[in-house]
């Protein structure tokens, strides 16, 4: 017999003898394979803050569809992102991206100081404020409630400027414009009515530039400029400010500050800049205006004017009152509002 036979006789008895004495022959899976052969899926959800701070997400492996609680610490991959110190708000917004309350703190509450500030900006929901000295730290109120609105009016005084004071003469309401130094000049008349009919007027540089964008010389020159011109006009320097577009970057609200401004931005657009309809600009003001918020328009846009005018009505009926933007909420020059844009 030769040798394979013999191997292969041994192999046969040697199992033959582990069969009768009771052995079993068993394959162990590794404890961490699934026990399904689905495919294995990955979902992946990133969150993140308006604070410009590093947030960390966890992307889990799931074993199935329907996920089970044996996922472990292990099978999860951990993602860093860091977002922009800056929060930028563009002028796209429209009605269907925007949802009033969010990402604002409501109205009452108190946010917190900002690190080496010691006096806090206050809010006003219920009635207008007297002016006190207040840090560049305040809290951003928006609420579905009835309350001190600030409507604020760019890019005028236009054609239509006259008609909108018609109105809020008729109803007693005040707001607030920012006027360019531009038109002031060619509608001195409408800029000396703003004044001598209790509205604020607030600086949104000479031409309408990107304040951002420019060197210090120009930013200067803008800004001057615009309150040179209305100081003439009224005997009153303007105490606040707006960057035309919402550019504005740390360079902006020194030089602001510098010359005696505060920097205003907005908590509501309805962006009637780009959708010029009358009964869009009327709905967006009847669905979404908030106590203690800042409300963007433009009183250069006939669509805008007549909105705004048939909403007026409707919103005073709903028990919203109509102050300033100073009367709204106490400033200081170099002071960012809302404090989130900063």
Avoid: C
Avoid at 136 to 156: N, R, V
Avoid at 313 to 336: C, K, Y
């Amino acid at each position: 017999m030769n040798s394979k036979k013999i191997i292969g006789i041994s192999l046969i008895v040697l199992v033959l003898t582990l069969l009768l004495a009771g052995g079993g022959v068993s394959i162990n899976k590794p404890q961490n394979s699934p026990e399904s052969s689905t495919p294995t899926t990955t979902a992946l959800r990133v969150l993140y803050t308006d604070t410009g701070k590093s947030t960390t997400t966890h992307r889990p492996s799931t074993e199935s569809v329907a996920t089970t609680n044996e996922e472990r610490a292990d099978d999860q991959t951990k993602i860093t992102l860091t977002l922009p110190e800056k929060k930028t708000r563009t002028r796209s917004t429209v009605a269907a991206e925007t949802t009033p309350g969010t990402s604002y703190v409501q109205a009452g509450s108190v946010s917190p100081t900002t690190e080496g500030s010691t006096s806090k900006t206050t809010v006003n929901t219920e009635a207008p404020l007297t002016t006190e000295a207040s840090s560049s730290t305040s809290q951003a109120p928006p609420q579905h409630s009835a309350g001190a609105i600030a409507i604020t009016f760019d890019d005028g005084p236009g054609p239509y400027t006259a008609q909108l004071l018609d109105t809020l003469q008729a109803y007693g309401v005040r707001a607030t414009f920012f006027v360019l130094g531009s038109r002031a000049e060619a509608y001195p008349g409408l800029i000396s009515r703003m004044h001598n009919e209790g509205h604020q007027l607030g600086n949104h540089s000479y031409s309408h530039a990107y304040l951002s964008m420019v060197n210090s010389a120009t930013l200067q020159s803008q800004l001057s400029r615009t309150s040179n011109i209305i100081a003439n006009i009224t005997g009153v320097s303007p105490v606040i400010m707006r960057p035309p577009g919402g550019y504005g970057n740390q360079a902006v609200y020194q030089e602001a500050g510098r010359q005696g401004m505060a920097t205003i931005y907005w908590h509501i657009d309805p962006a009637d800049w780009k959708y010029r309809d009358s009964q869009y600009v009327y709905n967006y003001l009847l669905n979404y205006s908030s106590g203690g918020s800042i409300i963007l328009l433009h009183d250069i846009h006939k669509t805008t004017v007549d909105g705004f005018i048939r909403a007026l009505p409707v919103l005073i009926d709903r028990g919203f009152t109509f102050v300033t933007v100073s009367e709204l909420v106490a400033l200081s020059p170099g002071d960012v509002y809302p404090y989130y844009w900063r």
